[in-house]
């Protein structure tokens, strides 16, 4: 058999199950597509004489195209969640031409929750707990270890147990009180500030943001108020490494992350990270408003 026609019947093989895991990555039916058109067009570019799995090959190219899109949205807005279409359930393994219905009839409260995971949360968790994949494999594709992969799918998995009809309440919570500290920083509002700061609040500045700042280590809300006390002008919500925090972002370029530790209804630490080699490495998602 002709080789092109060889690999153009076994990626429509694949199809659904490519579509079906991207959709599930991504929570967006036509971002979902390109990445499996991005897959066929990087398929046809490779040889792939060494390839022994190519459905794995395929599945592990998606997964990196889905990462690549998902960290793009760093540099715009979230995109809002596409609403699934529910059809009927069907048993991927057992009935692949259906997977696509499939991957359509994911919920969209689950969708909600996934989309407050950081990229690699995401597809740490899709991969493993919704495909099966091993965490060596996963790994790989995230730029982690096996180790850091295993905790980054855990730490997704509590976030999404429970969810049902509902998005993450505590996750709710949080972001409000997320907004509230950065719309009284930008007002210079001293006494909502304080009133969203846990008593004995640390912040932690990593050297770079320290002299970016020009402020270092403090405790107390009173001094953490006053050192926040009008700034945040460029700083828009974001999920940082899970959890919520701001981005600073000049001309297209992240400059600072502030994550923040939030917990009984208060902020309890403040951590600003403006090391490239650090920012580099993070993971984040600018929020809607």
Not at 4 to 22: I, P, V, Y
Not at 87 to 102: Q, S, T
């Given at each position: 058999?002709?080789?092109?026609?060889?690999?153009?019947?076994?990626?429509?093989?694949?199809?659904?199950?490519l579509r079906?895991?991207?959709?599930?990555?991504?929570?967006?039916?036509s971002?979902?597509?390109?990445?499996?058109?991005?897959?066929?067009?990087?398929?046809?570019?490779?040889?792939?004489?060494?390839?022994?799995?190519?459905?794995?090959?395929?599945?592990?190219?998606?997964a990196?195209?889905?990462?690549?899109?998902?960290?793009a949205?760093?540099?715009?807005?979230?995109?809002?969640?596409?609403?699934?279409?529910?059809?009927?359930?069907?048993?991927?393994?057992?009935?692949?031409?259906?997977?696509?219905?499939?991957?359509?009839?994911?919920?969209?409260?689950?969708?909600?929750?996934?989309?407050?995971?950081?990229?690699?949360?995401?597809?740490?968790?899709?991969?493993?707990?919704?495909?099966?994949?091993?965490?060596?494999e996963?790994a790989?594709?995230?730029?982690r270890?096996?180790?850091?992969?295993?905790?980054?799918?855990?730490?997704?998995?509590?976030?999404?147990?429970?969810?049902?009809?509902?998005?993450?309440?505590?996750?709710?919570?949080?972001?409000?009180?997320?907004?509230?500290?950065?719309t009284?920083?930008?007002?210079?509002?001293?006494?909502?500030?304080?009133?969203?700061?846990?008593?004995?609040?640390?912040?932690?500045?990593?050297?770079?943001?320290a002299?970016?700042?020009?402020?270092?280590?403090?405790?107390?809300?009173?001094?953490?108020?006053?050192?926040?006390?009008g700034?945040?002008?460029?700083?828009?919500?974001?999920?940082v490494?899970?959890?919520?925090?701001?981005?600073?972002?000049?001309?297209?370029?992240?400059?600072?992350v502030?994550?923040?530790?939030?917990?009984?209804?208060?902020?309890?630490?403040?951590?600003?990270?403006?090391d490239?080699?650090?920012?580099?490495?993070?993971?984040?998602?600018?929020?809607?408003?």
């Amino acid at each position: 058999m002709d080789e092109k026609k060889w690999l153009a019947d076994e990626f429509e093989a694949n199809r659904a199950h490519l579509r079906a895991a991207a959709y599930r990555m991504l929570g967006s039916r036509s971002e979902a597509e390109d990445a499996v058109q991005e897959a066929w067009l990087r398929l046809s570019r490779t040889d792939t004489t060494g390839v022994g799995n190519l459905g794995g090959w395929l599945t592990t190219v998606v997964a990196r195209i889905c990462l690549d899109m998902l960290r793009a949205r760093k540099t715009r807005r979230e995109e809002p969640l596409e609403a699934p279409i529910h059809a009927g359930i069907a048993d991927p393994a057992n009935d692949p031409e259906r997977e696509a219905a499939f991957a359509d009839s994911v919920g969209l409260a689950l969708l909600v929750v996934l989309q407050t995971l950081a990229p690699a949360e995401r597809v740490a968790f899709v991969l493993h707990d919704m495909f099966d994949l091993p965490f060596d494999e996963i790994a790989p594709i995230i730029g982690r270890s096996s180790a850091a992969t295993r905790q980054l799918a855990s730490r997704a998995r509590r976030r999404v147990q429970g969810v049902d009809e509902a998005p993450d309440v505590d996750f709710g919570r949080k972001r409000t009180i997320a907004e509230a500290f950065l719309t009284a920083s930008r007002n210079g509002d001293l006494e909502r500030l304080i009133a969203v700061l846990a008593p004995d609040v640390v912040f932690r500045p990593d050297a770079t943001a320290a002299r970016f700042g020009t402020i270092g280590e403090m405790r107390g809300a009173a001094h953490v108020a006053e050192a926040f006390k009008g700034r945040a002008q460029a700083a828009e919500i974001a999920i940082v490494g899970g959890e919520l925090g701001f981005v600073v972002e000049i001309q297209g370029q992240l400059r600072v992350v502030v994550a923040l530790t939030i917990a009984d209804g208060r902020i309890a630490a403040i951590d600003a990270i403006a090391d490239p080699d650090h920012l580099e490495r993070l993971d984040y998602s600018i929020l809607l408003d």
